[in-house]
């Protein structure tokens, strides 16, 4: 098992008047690895945000995310960037 990361994102309660959702917040990364080699031995936090827009069936979008490292052992500071886009099919 690697490490546990956990997003919270807030929220408009209706979308833009293009139709796109979007939300920022919190990511937080806990030091669960069961393994040195799945996991980066670190706790982090940072900031993360979504936005997507629905049509039909489709859902189009892109996350991201940075991580910083804020407590760990002696392995090597985190500075991690996620950028996601993604596409899905309903």
Same mark, same amino acid.
């Given at each position: ?20 959702i ?9 030091d669960?690895?069961?393994n ?11 900031? &993360?945000?979504?936005?997507? &827009?629905?049509?039909?069936?489709w ?6 995310n940075?991580?910083?490292s ?21």
């Amino acid at each position: 098992m690697g490490d546990v990361q956990f997003s919270a994102f807030l929220s408009p309660v209706k979308p833009t008047a293009g139709g796109w959702i979007w939300g920022a917040g919190a990511i937080a990364q806990f030091d669960t690895a069961n393994n040195d080699r799945l996991g980066q031995g670190k706790t982090a936090l940072g900031p &993360t945000a979504v936005m997507l &827009t629905m049509s039909g069936s489709w859902v189009y979008g892109g996350l991201i995310n940075n991580l910083w490292s804020i407590s760990g052992g002696d392995r090597p500071a985190v500075n991690q960037m996620m950028i996601q886009p993604f596409v899905n099919y309903n």
